[in-house]
């Protein structure tokens, strides 16, 4: 990443959200593998209109912005890919298959571990891009500052 000055800034908010991001990449796939731990579940929000997102029609219109899912006894077909999951969840005793992509995620938690995850709500229809992350450019470090003369 450049600036009007062809210097380079790291971006570290981008760097701490994919982080984040792989923290849930590899949880999920985890649990794909080798199933719920005793007492962990998820609770999963995502945001609605975020590009790529599949789920029924009724649960859009029940759901409009955000939904939140909860990964817990009744799940199936836990799959996980570099870019999203998909998973089979019961509504109303019909079974549903849902996919969501990671950059949709709002919100990740498993209350038993009492960890917590807040990511930035991207706007509908886009993917991270700098001009978002780098808004607060108090917390970009630009490496000339400590280059010797």
Do not use: C, Q
């Given at each position: 990443?450049?600036?009007?000055?062809?210097?380079?800034?790291?971006?570290?908010?981008?760097?701490?959200?994919?982080?984040?991001?792989?923290?849930?990449?590899?949880?999920?796939?985890?649990?794909?593998?080798?199933?719920?731990?005793?007492?962990?579940?998820?609770?999963?929000?995502?945001?609605?209109?975020?590009?790529?997102?599949?789920?029924?029609?009724?649960?859009?219109?029940?759901?409009?912005?955000?939904?939140?899912?909860?990964?817990?006894?009744?799940?199936?077909?836990?799959?996980?890919?570099?870019?999203?999951?998909?998973?089979?969840?019961?509504?109303?005793?019909?079974?549903?298959t849902l996919?969501?992509?990671?950059?949709?995620?709002?919100l990740f938690?498993?209350?038993?571990?009492?960890?917590?995850?807040?990511?930035?709500?991207?706007?509908?229809?886009?993917?991270?891009?700098?001009?978002?992350?780098?808004?607060?450019?108090?917390?970009?470090?630009?490496?000339?500052?400590?280059?010797?003369?």
């Amino acid at each position: 990443m450049t600036d009007s000055k062809n210097n380079l800034l790291i971006n570290y908010n981008l760097l701490t959200i994919n982080a984040m991001r792989n923290v849930v990449i590899n949880v999920l796939k985890d649990v794909a593998n080798n199933g719920l731990p005793k007492n962990h579940h998820f609770y999963i929000t995502f945001d609605t209109n975020y590009k790529n997102i599949e789920i029924p029609n009724i649960l859009k219109k029940k759901y409009p912005n955000e939904m939140t899912i909860v990964i817990e006894n009744s799940f199936w077909e836990l799959l996980v890919k570099d870019n999203y999951f998909s998973i089979i969840l019961s509504f109303d005793n019909i079974k549903t298959t849902l996919v969501v992509p990671f950059e949709s995620i709002i919100l990740f938690s498993d209350p038993y571990a009492n960890f917590h995850l807040k990511f930035p709500k991207l706007e509908y229809n886009k993917e991270i891009n700098n001009k978002e992350l780098f808004n607060d450019r108090k917390n970009i470090i630009n490496m000339t500052d400590f280059k010797k003369g």
